[in-house]
């Protein structure tokens, strides 16, 4: 019944046996520790462990029991590595029992990153539910699409009805919002039965400020010397942090093996300290690696040690946001200019050096404190930068949350969708952005007291200090983030699909998704078979196929400033007669002996 634990190795929370229910806490700041079972059982913990851990064996547990601990004179707490709670942050937690799902896709082998297409989606926004089991009846629209990977923001428990997912508290419980931790592994079956990859956002540096049992059991999760601005950072390289560190790896663990998740974008690495020997995200990207799985990184930094292997002391992530395409492409397309964009001029000659290279910051000073960001990236492999034109965080962190194509014109739209989809580097995209949909994404939260009230006051002093200001006649389209308006309004509109301009715009991104995979051959373009370049306001990027060239032509500005290769017409970004003072990309197919321009 009981195993022999190292402290490395010993799982927390409620492990289901034929013959009972083990709990099992780290609560070294505790001397009596007791479980309450469906209000009738109570069983005393015994410490198993000098780290302080403590244990107790219940041979009348089953799956569905709810309980609680009670820490010396604390009383009705959950578990902190919950794996479900049924009632929100503040009720029971429940015995989950992994091995009562019955899987129906047997067959399934996570695939490679490489050729990877991404789809970024928020759970509660996604359908009209807003549900792991809503999610599902939209699968087939993106096997249509062409992508390949399902990105899905964080779903772990948090406080409130609605949020995006970042403030989190319990590390291991799917949100009772969305559904059971059953309705999630059916979801995610589901996306493996049509062919689609699951990609699990986990957010490791901070914990949400709401709803956060962590330091009842111990305030040795947390270090004494660094915080996010967000949260306290976990402690991972303390007297304490071999326990921390060790639930870290179970949790991602956990995923893999019980949900069946394929890999993990981790949230803001750069505000993730660890002063080891070993960073723990080297080790989970090693744990992950193991499983066949694979990772990617939100990191600010342009840092390239996070994607590079061990052989050259990088973290061996398989990728990293590379955010400086976005906002060069935003600069060059939309006049209004703020902090956040400062250190951007979208120039072709500026696109085409980012796409050269993987990202644009490679050790330069940046402003507005001129300090120095990033490392040089051309020697990584492309499909290990993720390249987008909208994700949650550009899009949700604006006054209006206003997507890009509500800011240009469908002209510009589509000739920005069509070179960004043909890119040697590894495309994400949001939710919504394959028909242009109406609706914005805002930033929502549902928070109780006093941080519920100051939400809306924090939202404009961050607008404040990045510079994005709001035309005085559309100040009243901002919208409290507390409110269900902004959770509401947030939500796609599916039936726009079957309306125009939106589904010719589907019908767009299908065809340029459709190219990519026919031009990257095998999903791994690397890098000597294409380059590119920049002549005045154009961007010209080239692949070198057996036997022929194509070109991307992408002309930032205006139609007019193209000058068309000879050879035939694969794809031009106006189906109609072309608006020559609009932006463009077009597609040209030449023998290989042919030259880039007429004469």
Same mark, same amino acid.
């Given at each position: 019944m009981h195993q022999a634990h190292t402290v490395d190795s010993l799982p927390q929370g409620a492990v289901v046996f034929s013959t009972g229910v083990r709990y099992t806490i780290w609560a070294p700041d505790h001397r009596q520790i007791w479980v309450t079972i469906n209000e009738t059982r109570r069983h005393q913990l015994d410490p198993i462990s000098p780290a302080g851990y403590f244990e107790v064996f219940d041979p009348e547990g089953r799956p569905g029991d709810l309980y609680t601990f009670e820490l010396d004179e604390k009383v009705g707490i959950p578990d902190f590595a919950s794996r479900f709670q049924p009632r929100g942050v503040s009720g029971p937690s429940m015995v989950i029992d992994p091995k009562a799902f019955t899987w129906r896709c047997q067959n399934w082998e996570t695939p490679s990153w490489k050729g990877q297409i991404v789809y970024e989606l928020h759970l509660g926004t996604f359908s009209r539910t807003g549900t792991f089991q809503g999610a599902i009846e939209h699968l087939e629209h993106l096997r249509e699409l062409g992508v390949t990977c399902v990105e899905i923001m964080p779903v772990t428990e948090r406080a409130g009805r609605w949020n995006w997912g970042y403030d989190g508290t319990f590390l291991f419980a799917p949100t009772h919002t969305y559904g059971t931790p059953g309705d999630f592994r059916t979801l995610i079956d589901a996306c493996h039965e049509h062919g689609l990859s699951v990609m699990l956002d986990v957010v490791f540096n901070h914990l949400g400020p709401q709803g956060n049992v962590s330091s009842t059991f111990t305030a040795k999760y947390f270090h004494s010397e660094s915080d996010t601005p967000w949260g306290r950072n976990f402690d991972l390289d303390g007297s304490s942090s071999v326990p921390v560190r060790a639930l870290l790896k179970q949790n991602i663990t956990y995923w893999l093996e019980e949900f069946r998740i394929d890999g993990f974008r981790f949230d803001a690495t750069h505000a993730i300290p660890d002063r080891s020997e070993v960073h723990l995200l080297a080790e989970l990207s090693a744990l992950v690696h193991e499983h066949g799985g694979f990772l990617v990184a939100e990191d600010e930094r342009n840092a390239v040690?996070?994607? *590079?292997?061990?052989? @050259?002391?990088?973290?061996?992530?398989?990728?990293?946001?590379?955010?400086?395409?976005?906002?060069?492409?935003?600069?060059?397309?939309?006049?209004?200019?703020?902090?956040?964009?400062?250190?951007?001029?979208?120039?072709?000659?500026?696109?085409? *050096?980012?796409?050269?290279?993987?990202?644009?910051?490679?050790?330069?000073?940046?402003?507005?404190?001129?300090?120095?960001?990033?490392?040089?990236?051309?020697?990584?492999?492309?499909? !290990?930068?993720?390249?987008?034109?909208?994700?949650?965080?550009?899009?949700?962190?604006?006054?209006?949350?206003?997507? =890009?194509?509500?800011?240009?014109?469908?002209?510009?739209?589509?000739?920005?969708?069509?070179?960004?989809?043909?890119?040697?580097?590894?495309?994400?995209?949001?939710?919504?952005?394959?028909?242009?949909?109406?609706?914005?994404?805002?930033?929502?939260?549902? =928070? +109780?007291? +006093?941080?519920?009230? @100051?939400?809306?006051?924090?939202?404009? !002093?961050?607008?404040?200090?990045?510079?994005?200001?709001?035309? @005085?006649?559309?100040?009243?389209?901002?919208?409290?983030?507390?409110?269900? *308006?902004?959770?509401? !309004?947030? !939500?796609?509109?599916?039936? +726009?699909?079957?309306?125009?301009?939106?589904?010719s715009t589907f019908t767009f991104y299908k065809r340029a998704l459709a190219l990519r995979k026919e031009l990257h051959l095998e999903g791994n373009p690397g890098r000597t078979r294409w380059r590119v370049q920049s002549a005045g306001d154009v961007v010209l990027l080239s692949y070198t196929l057996p036997g022929r060239v194509v070109d991307v032509i992408f002309a930032v500005k205006r139609a007019r400033d193209l000058q068309m290769p000879a050879g035939k017409t694969l794809f031009c970004s106006s189906d109609a007669e072309m608006n020559l003072d609009e932006p463009a990309t077009v597609v040209i197919e030449r023998p290989a002996s042919f030259s880039t321009t007429e004469e």
């Open positions: 040690t996070v994607i *590079e292997d061990e052989s @050259k002391k990088g973290w061996n992530f398989d990728a990293a946001w590379a955010d400086d395409f976005h906002h060069d492409i935003r600069v060059s397309q939309d006049p209004s200019r703020d902090r956040y964009f400062e250190a951007f001029t979208g120039s072709a000659s500026e696109i085409a *050096e980012t796409v050269e290279h993987g990202w644009l910051h490679r050790g330069r000073p940046i402003p507005p404190a001129g300090i120095a960001r990033g490392t040089e990236c051309r020697h990584v492999a492309p499909e !290990k930068f993720v390249y987008c034109i909208s994700n949650h965080d550009q899009i949700g962190n604006r006054p209006l949350a206003d997507r =890009f194509h509500h800011a240009i014109s469908p002209t510009a739209y589509r000739a920005v969708s069509l070179f960004f989809c043909l890119l040697p580097y590894t495309p994400l995209l949001f939710m919504g952005q394959e028909w242009a949909a109406s609706s914005p994404f805002h930033f929502f939260t549902d =928070f +109780e007291g +006093e941080l519920g009230i @100051k939400m809306a006051e924090y939202r404009r !002093k961050e607008f404040a200090r990045l510079g994005l200001e709001v035309p @005085k006649d559309r100040k009243n389209e901002v919208i409290d983030p507390q409110t269900e *308006e902004a959770f509401a !309004k947030s !939500k796609l509109d599916w039936e +726009e699909l079957g309306r125009e301009p939106y589904r």
